[in-house]
């Protein structure tokens, strides 16, 4: 099968670093992040920008659209949280309507996942915190860690759960009402044990509808990993390199 692309929007100055599609009543808009350190919000039907926010003090990690009317952009150890609706072209990163800082205050929140008016985010550290948008000065770290880098993070869309993957080749599955992890899978390095290019670091993941899969992650060394309670098994070579997003 072969995609054809339908249109092309510009505005960005630097590499794009990531995406999330509204849903609802924002169901034709678009967020991107950039090295140029800048949030986007796109209007599909147009392919046009209709909001911009500058000044950000380093390069957006990840962005998603919060609760009915807010966006959240994370950037350095903070997310920021703002008012959909004012966004307007011109928009600065300090005009915040709310901020989640991290708990040590220093540690790279490196993704996020939203539901509802919750965030899940995961840190270079390793860490999970889960935060209420409602609530943003007692965000929640949860016990444990991965032993790495956490580099990817996906909320059930109905059940109280969360996955995480990182860079210690771990998918993990946490309970958000312990806060504890439950479930840990990892994947074991094909071939040469020792290699150092392409180890089968954790770069993507999202909850499958399957039975016998519960979590579907995709690796750096291009293989696609199922994973559920049963044990997992993996598709090896799915992709020629790394695999960055689902």
Not at 31 to 52: A, F, P, Q, Y
Not at 87 to 100: E, L, Y
Not at 219 to 224: F, L, P, Q, T
Request: glycine content about 8%; aromatic content about 8%; proline content about 3%.
């Amino acid at each position: 099968m072969s995609l054809k692309e339908v249109a092309r929007s510009y505005g960005h100055t630097a590499g794009v670093t990531t995406l999330a599609a509204g849903y609802n009543s924002r169901d034709a808009l678009l967020l991107s992040g950039s090295d140029d350190r800048t949030c986007r919000i796109w209007d599909t039907r147009t392919n046009k920008s209709v909001g911009k926010i500058s000044g950000f003090v380093d390069d957006v990690a990840a962005v998603d659209f919060v609760g009915e009317n807010s966006i959240a952009v994370a950037c350095g150890p903070t997310i920021c949280i703002y008012d959909q609706r004012s966004v307007g072209i011109n928009a600065q990163a300090s005009d915040t309507t709310a901020k989640i800082k991290q708990a040590d205050n220093d540690s790279e929140i490196m993704a996020m996942s939203t539901r509802g008016d919750f965030i899940a985010y995961v840190d270079e550290d390793g860490h999970l915190s889960v935060c209420d948008v409602t609530d943003p000065e007692n965000p929640a770290r949860f016990t444990g860690a991965h032993e790495e880098l956490a580099s990817c993070v996906c909320f059930h869309p109905e059940e109280a759960i969360v996955a995480t993957g990182g860079c210690d080749n771990q998918v993990r599955i946490w309970d958000i009402a312990s806060e504890e992890t439950v479930s840990i899978f990892k994947a074991h390095p094909v071939g040469d044990a020792n290699r150092l290019v392409n180890p089968p670091f954790v770069y993507a993941l999202d909850f499958a509808p399957y039975e016998d899969c519960t979590v579907v992650s995709g690796h750096a060394d291009g293989r696609m990993m199922c994973s559920s309670d049963d044990g997992s098994f993996s598709w090896h070579e799915c992709h020629g390199y790394s695999i960055s997003a689902m």
